[in-house]
């Protein structure tokens, strides 16, 4: 898309009220963004829009300056992304309304992994949710599997500082913008940068200076449901945002997954539900992973053999057969007690595994 038109979609993305739909409705009758911005709002009598949103541009379209509303997106540090983009994801251009621009920090190709996992849940989780969501995360990272979530206080910051801690992908989805006045909460400021600098991604589809409000969460679901190939729900009330994702998952035809719990825990409850509903109880990261189609095990070993270590490297290529303490001394000229470290490492890691009197062999 050029230069001027992502300026006037921007704009008109940057009026309360007017989103996605009213957005695409009047590019389809004026032929452009540009021709659409430069109209009379009287001119939008034409056009068939949603009362409310015909109303917001009639209100405050005036006041929206576009170059002004360009700048604070430059001053932002943001990049667009619209979705004519070729690098626009795949599962999320295919969902009922997609979002028209997004805004993001961090890296685009985040945004279309091989494979991703939504999840989300309460945000005054247990200690069996905290616990939960870090288990399954660290197992899904492992997997290669990206982590998308809100965010928000609870299950989602904990998943995404899950995903992190274990050197994974994670995309944050939020319901405000992303300028530091504006994201919400303000305590997961630090955790946004966090993922932004560690090849994540946050992003949103409201213009810098959109504070949070209520109505704009069920509309960041749908884009955390789009993004991913299914949702796991840790912990949730029977009423949540967290079931709205679900929602929308189904609505998408994604798995649904949720962690089972007591009957006597109302952060159980929403969970629960689903499971009677037909989602699939989760008890341990190879429940999701046997859905997506990925050998845990081996993808377990991919991912710790890109970590390895020089030493380790070294020692690994040379079990492709089986070899002795000795022949391995003699092949690298280590230490025996490297050796011997390094091997309890790679055994820990099950890429190799012991095949008794001091041999081994890979995995």
Known sequence: MREQEI?????????????????????????SYEAAWRRETSAYAAVPLDPQARGALEQRKHSVDPERAMRDVTRAGLWIMTDDDPAYPRLLAHIHSPPAILYGKGSKEALAPDHGIAVVGTRRPTAYGREATAAIVAGLTAA??????????????????????HNGTTIAVLGSGIDPASLFPPENRGLADRIAVSHGAVISEYAPGTPAVKEHFPMRNRIIAGLAHGALVVEAREKSGALITARSALEENRDVFAVPGSMFSPTSAGPNRLIQQGAKAVARPEDILEELG??????????????????????????????????????????????????????????????????????
């Open 7 to 31: 300026l006037f979609l921007n704009a008109f993305n940057a009026i309360p009220g007017v989103g996605a739909v009213t957005i695409r409705a009047l590019k389809n009758h004026f032929g």
């Open 294 to 363: 990925i050998d845990y095990e081996a993808a377990a070993r991919d991912t710790a053999t890109a970590s390895l270590g020089a030493e380790e490297r070294l020692i690994l290529d040379l079990l492709e057969h089986p070899r002795g303490i000795d022949e391995i001394k003699t092949e690298t000229r280590l230490p025996v007690s490297t050796i011997m470290t390094t091997l309890s490492l790679l055994e820990l890691k099950k890429l190799v595994r012991g095949l008794g009197a001091d041999t081994f062999q890979k995995v």
């Open 144 to 165: 290669r599997v990206a982590i998308i979530s809100g965010l928000a206080t609870g299950i989602d910051a904990q998943a995404h500082r899950s995903a992190l801690e």
